[in-house]
């Protein structure tokens, strides 16, 4: 039997024309494919929508599509997604075959294109003795997303978790001795779920492990189906154990930045003995994901803005706070303005500032200028010469032989009378015999001046 597996449509206003654009191409190729079935394995939408919602009447005339060339199962999805009774309706849409509406434990059977649902868990003997002679097309295991708020109120929030995976292995290998009668009987099977499978990889390439998830691949395959068509990671992956596989489509459009991997549906050939599968990739936008450790390189920028028309492109760069004013957000949206769309995420790191250890437990300040000194790796003699000048020479004095010193030529004078005998001496250049000429004078690295202006304290 050949199925058109779609899953993790998330129809939303905000994801509107991503997803129709990619499941009305998918159905259109199904449909052309020659598909018999159609699976969507949880997800349809992303949120509560209204009836009327255009998001939501974009995904039924897709349904409706499907269902007037196949069979239609819509498995119920995650809560938060798909809240209870969201897909009712989709069930009383009138088309050439019916749409059914997984929202419970159940198994399913085809048979002349119509679904034949089990009254309880799993079909019962006499309902495989009914089956016999029929020959059904195929045998659906359906596994809806289980409410584990309902399940924490019985067994406690910390347990929750751990006890869905021990009941769903319990009912898969329930279903598996069931569906184990079915191959027996020619019919191809066929499991439906909605969760996580433990050491799977999700769309951002992270490996989910841990006790907590819904399903073990070994209890996937005690179902005994030749095929199970998964929902809700949005990476397309598959495992095979004896002809039997275990499958994601991933997610039908990209929609979130950094996702890997090509967006599509899965087309399968389902026997009762085997199965397998291809990824039929969908027109998904491609979005540009660039980072920078610390300014935005423009010329990289550049290259990367000849190249994005029609793309999602993000930025993200990270700058201390005392220079962020240096790049110009502006001009990297006008470099941009031919890409779908264009996120700027700057992170802006504070400057921390802090004392110099030891500082304030020397009892002068000399002993403070000298311990910051040794700290910063800047020489203390010239600094703590220049201190005790400040603290016994005259301000005026200084001034002026500072500006002499400005303004004389390039050889040293061994010494500068500065004032009368016993008067500090400060030592100055003598006058070049050549006229000088004006010189642009470049700013000095902070170790060198910069104690004039700087807190002496903070480093």
């Known amino acids: 039997m050949k199925i058109a597996h779609f899953s993790d449509l998330h129809y939303a206003p905000e994801h509107l024309d991503e997803a129709d654009r990619c499941f009305s191409f998918a159905v259109a190729d199904a449909i052309a494919r020659g598909a018999q079935l159609a699976v969507i394995s949880g997800d349809s939408t992303d949120h509560r929508l209204d009836a009327h919602a255009p998001a939501l009447h974009a995904l039924a005339t897709q349904v409706h599509r499907l269902a007037e060339a196949m069979p239609v199962i819509m498995l119920q999805g995650t809560f938060s997604h798909e809240p209870p009774g969201t897909l009712d309706n989709f069930a009383l849409m009138g088309a050439r075959y019916p749409v059914l509406v997984a929202d419970r434990i159940c198994q399913v059977v085809l048979l002349d294109g119509r679904f034949r649902v089990s009254s309880g868990p799993v079909f019962s003997d006499g309902d495989l003795l009914d089956f016999a002679g029929l020959n059904p097309d195929a045998a659906f295991t359906c596994l809806p997303t289980l409410n584990k708020g309902d399940l924490a109120l019985k067994v406690g929030s910390l347990g929750a978790s751990t006890v869905v995976g021990d009941i769903l292995a319990g009912y898969l290998s329930a279903a598996g001795r069931i569906n184990a ?18 050491g799977c990889v999700t769309e951002h390439g992270v490996t989910m492990a841990g006790f907590d998830h819904e399903f073990g691949l070994g209890a996937l395959f005690d179902a005994e189906c030749s095929a199970f068509m998964l929902g809700h990671i949005h990476k397309a992956q598959s495992w095979d154990q004896a002809g039997h596989r275990v499958a994601y489509p991933g997610s039908i459009g990209r929609f979130h930045y950094g996702e890997e991997g090509d967006k599509g549906y899965l087309l399968w050939d389902v026997e009762s003995d ?31 803005a000849a190249e994005s028309v029609g793309k999602f492109i993000r930025v993200r760069w990270q700058i201390d706070e005392e220079h962020k004013q240096l790049v110009d957000r502006k001009a ?68 002026a032989a500072v500006l002499d010193r400005l303004t004389l030529g390039d050889e040293p004078q061994d010494e500068v009378d500065a004032g009368e005998e016993g008067t500090n001496v400060i030592p100055l250049p003598v006058v070049s015999a050549e006229p000088v000429e004006p010189v642009a004078i470049a700013a000095q690295p902070s170790s060198s001046l910069s104690w004039l202006t700087d807190d002496l304290f903070a480093t």
Do not use: N
Not at 186 to 197: K, L, R
Not at 275 to 303: C, H, I, K, N, W
């Open 332 to 399: 990297i949206e006008a470099m941009f303005v031919g890409a779908a769309g264009l996120k700027l995420e700057p992170r802006v790191l504070p400057v921390m500032r802090s004392r110099a250890e030891g500082i304030s437990k020397e009892p002068t300040v000399e002993a403070k200028v000298a311990r910051w000194c040794e700290l910063t790796g800047i020489e203390a003699s010239p600094v703590l010469d220049r201190l005790q000048l400040l603290d016994t020479g005259d301000a005026e004095m200084i001034a």
């Open 181 to 198: 009668r079915f191959r027996a009987m020619g019919v191809p099977t066929v499991g439906i779920s909605h969760g996580t499978v433990s």
């Open 274 to 304: 085997g199965a397998m599968s291809q990824l039929v990739a969908t027109p998904s936008r491609e979005m540009v994901y660039v980072e920078f450790d610390g300014p935005p390189d423009a010329e990289r920028l550049a290259a990367l």
